[in-house]
Each structure stands twice: as structure tokens, then as C-alpha cells.
């Protein structure tokens, strides 16, 4: 897990860190909110407003549900925190605060563990009646209904060891929900880091500002324009995979491919990479065997070192380029990429397949499962040249390479003449 963490943090780095940089500018852009006029600061507050409609409403035509009910949830909060929150007693500020302290993060842990499956009728029901009751129970407080059990509360984590840091203006309720959903969140990110997953993470931190500094109208908007801006730059970043990413193996698809071709400039290497008898495992085991056999090779390929970028070039094929480097610096990298898929003990995923990665590891050590299949790969390379001058021909001497492989006996690494 600790590997796969490692290539996704170095894949996307720029994903991982984009939605904290946007916070740090929003906090920097407070210095400049003074010259502003009352009318520019009421049409500031309508901004966030804006953000979560357009995300919402892009969510709804990709069908990505936890977009839709996280957009339903910030507008909420950002309706009581700028529109409701000033203009009551300290009394009730602090029950609301305590609230939505307690429920926003909650929703945000929630949407981290659900699959973006569309919106259905009935899962828009049981999020609509959840969401209703969290209302209901706000204004339940906020009427005074339930202030002995919030005491109650509030008593029960005096019993709790707590940091002395860790005080006013926040209570510790509020704290531990805070921090209890940034661990789910967070363990979500280092299994499946998505942007989405990372959105979250980013938003709920976002929140924990804006329940900081509750009463610094200025900040708080601010903050709430932060969170706005993370949700849809989540959503344009989905939008760029569904686009550029093959869904099967994770790999950036052949689109992506014939651009970076029409941008390769100076001394590269393109690799043509095909699974051997691949035909045989979709005719004997299944497709959804084939399938297997195309998300390993697919990891294994990401994991080539020597500054290889991998793609799905179609069906069984892969393309890795290399850019700087000449066939004498990627020889090396190419034959462990060969190797190790043919020492890779690939067993059949059954039913009850681990999904975590280390007892995966021990299944196959242990030889559980249906049987070991051998998986080798063919690999053909090719260089710029004088005489390949362009991309498309050199990547023409790299398939005419694999070609080769192949006639050769497979299992083998070819480079073009």
C-alpha cells in the first residue's frame, strides 16, 4: 500500500496540493477585502452562492452525487453562517455553532465513503430525508428544545483527555467531529486518492476555519469562496479523467497519448508494449479474467522506473514514453518491466479476493485461488532519429519493433534498427 500510496502522491502531486494553495491565496486576498465597498462586500457574499449552484448542477449532468449533496450541504452552512449566525444572541451562537460543528463535518465523512452511482430516486430520498432531519434538528435547538441534552454533551467529553491547545473558540464536541472525520476522510485518500476524496478533505478544512473565525464576517466568506472554488475544480479534474483517463486501467488513454505526441520535441523513446497470447486468456479464462490481466500490467507498467509515462494504447497494447533518454539509458528499465510481469504470481480474483493489498500478497503467496497464469509481455522501442524525425514514425519503428518480439518468441524486449 505504502508503494501505490508513493506513485499516486508523485502522479498527482499537482491535485493533491491545488485546493490548499487556492486557501492560502483566499487567505492572503483578506488583506485586500478593507478597500472594498459595502455594496462589493454584500455581492462577495453571493459568490459562494454561485460556486456551489455551477457545482451542483455540472454533478447533476455527470451523475456525480456526492458533488450534488456536498454543494447542498455547503449552502447550507454558508446560509447560516453569513445570513443567520450574525444577527442572534450569543446564546443561541453558540448552539448553532455547536451544530453545525458537529453534523457538516459528519455529511463530509459520510460522502467520502459512498460511490458516485448517480442520482436514483431512492438514494435522493434517503439523502434529502437525512438532510431534512439535520435541519430540523438545528432549528429544534436553536428553539431551546433541546438544550439539556447539547449540556449533557458537552459534560461527556469534559470526561475526555483533550489537549490544552486545543480550546476556545471551538468546543471540544466540535473539535473531536472535526478530527474524527478528517481520519476517515484522510484514510479514504490514502486508499483511494481520488479529487474528489481530496475535495473533501480540503473542504473540511476549509470549515474548520470557518468555525474558527465565526465571527470574522469578512474571513468567513472568504473561506466559503475557497470551498466553492475546490468543488468545482474537483469536478473539472473529474471531468479531465473521464476525458484523458482509460477507465479500466487507470491509465491515461489514447487521447491523451496523441497529444503528448504533437508536444514530444527533442531526443525521446516511444515503447509499443503487448500481452503475450492475450486472445487465449479472453477465449479460456473469460473477459473479466482479460480484464485482470490488463489492470496488472497496467500497475506494473506505472511502476516503471527511468521516467517512463504510461498509456492505454488500445485493447492489449500500452505505449511508454521516455523523453531525455537514449535506447542504450531505458534497455535497463524495459527489462525489468519484463521481468517482473513475468515473475508477477497472478492468481484469479474471486469473490473473496481481499481488496487490501497486503493480504492480497499473502493470498497469493499461500496459492489460494484458481491457479497461477503465466502473463509475459512483448516489448518493441524505438528512438528519434535523423530518419525518424517525426513521432508517427517513430512510434511506426516501435510497433514494427514489437512485431519483431513477438516473431522472435515473445517475452522479450525489441529495439528498433
Not at 36 to 58: E, G, N
Not at 69 to 92: D, E, Q, R
Not at 384 to 395: G, H, Q, S, Y
Request: glycine share 8%; net charge positive; aromatic share 10%.
Amino acid at each position: 500500500m505504502v508503494d501505490s500510496l508513493l506513485q499516486i502522491t508523485s502522479r498527482s502531486a499537482l491535485t493533491l496540493i491545488t485546493p490548499y494553495l487556492l486557501m492560502a491565496i483566499g487567505f492572503f486576498s483578506l488583506s485586500f477585502l478593507g478597500v472594498l465597498s459595502v455594496d462589493q462586500l454584500a455581492t462577495l457574499r453571493l459568490v459562494p452562492y454561485s460556486l456551489f449552484i455551477v457545482s451542483a448542477a455540472i454533478s447533476l449532468y455527470f451523475g456525480r452525487n456526492r458533488i450534488f449533496y456536498l454543494s447542498l450541504v455547503m449552502v447550507f452552512l454558508h446560509w447560516g453562517m453569513t445570513s443567520y449566525y450574525p444577527y442572534i444572541n450569543a446564546t443561541k451562537q453558540a448552539y448553532l455553532l455547536l451544530m453545525l460543528g458537529l453534523l457538516a463535518p459528519f455529511n463530509l465523512a459520510v460522502l467520502s465513503l459512498l460511490r458516485d452511482r448517480g442520482l436514483t430516486l431512492v438514494q435522493s430520498y434517503v439523502m434529502a430525508s437525512v438532510l431534512g432531519l439535520q435541519l430540523a434538528l438545528v432549528v429544534e435547538v436553536l428553539n431551546g428544545h433541546l438544550s439539556p441534552e447539547l449540556s449533557q454533551l458537552e459534560a461527556l467529553f469534559t470526561l475526555l483527555p483533550w489537549p490544552a491547545a486545543l480550546g476556545e473558540p471551538l468546543s471540544k464536541p466540535v473539535w473531536f467531529s472535526l478530527v474524527l472525520s478528517g481520519l476517515v476522510i484522510g484514510t479514504r485518500i490514502i486508499f483511494r486518492m481520488t479529487p474528489l476524496n481530496n475535495a473533501l478533505l480540503a473542504v473540511l478544512l476549509a470549515m474548520g476555519f470557518v468555525f474558527y473565525f465565526a465571527n470574522a464576517s469578512n474571513t468567513v466568506v472568504m473561506l466559503f469562496v475557497v470551498a466553492g472554488l475546490i468543488s468545482l475544480l474537483s469536478l473539472l479534474q473529474h471531468s479531465y479523467d473521464m476525458a484523458y483517463r482509460d477507465e479500466l486501467t487507470g491509465l491515461l488513454g489514447r487521447r491523451a497519448l496523441n497529444e503528448r505526441l504533437l508536444r514530444l520535441s527533442g531526443r525521446y523513446c516511444i515503447v509499443m508494449v503487448d500481452v503475450d497470447h492475450f486472445k487465449k486468456f479472453n477465449d479460456t479464462q473469460g473477459h473479466e479474467v482479460g480484464d485482470q490481466v490488463l489492470k496488472m500490467l497496467a500497475g506494473q507498467l506505472e511502476k516503471t522506473t527511468g521516467g517512463a509515462r504510461a498509456y492505454r494504447y488500445g485493447g492489449e497494447e500500452f505505449t511508454l514514453i521516455f523523453e531525455g533518454k537514449t535506447a542504450a539509458q531505458i534497455e535497463p528499465h524495459l527489462e525489468a518491466l519484463r521481468g517482473r510481469v513475468a515473475d508477477y504470481p497472478m492468481r484469479i480474483r474471486g469473490n473473496n479476493r481481499p481488496n487490501d493489498s497486503k493480504k492480497g500478497k499473502k493470498q497469493r503467496a499461500k496459492g489460494k485461488g484458481s491457479g497461477p497464469l503465466k502473463v509475459t509481455i512483448s516489448l518493441g522501442a524505438a528512438v528519434k532519429t535523423d530518419k525518424l524525425r517525426t513521432p508517427a514514425l517513430v512510434m511506426e519503428a516501435a510497433d514494427k519493433a514489437l512485431y519483431s518480439a513477438k516473431k522472435s518468441g515473445r517475452n522479450r524486449v525489441k529495439f528498433s534498427s
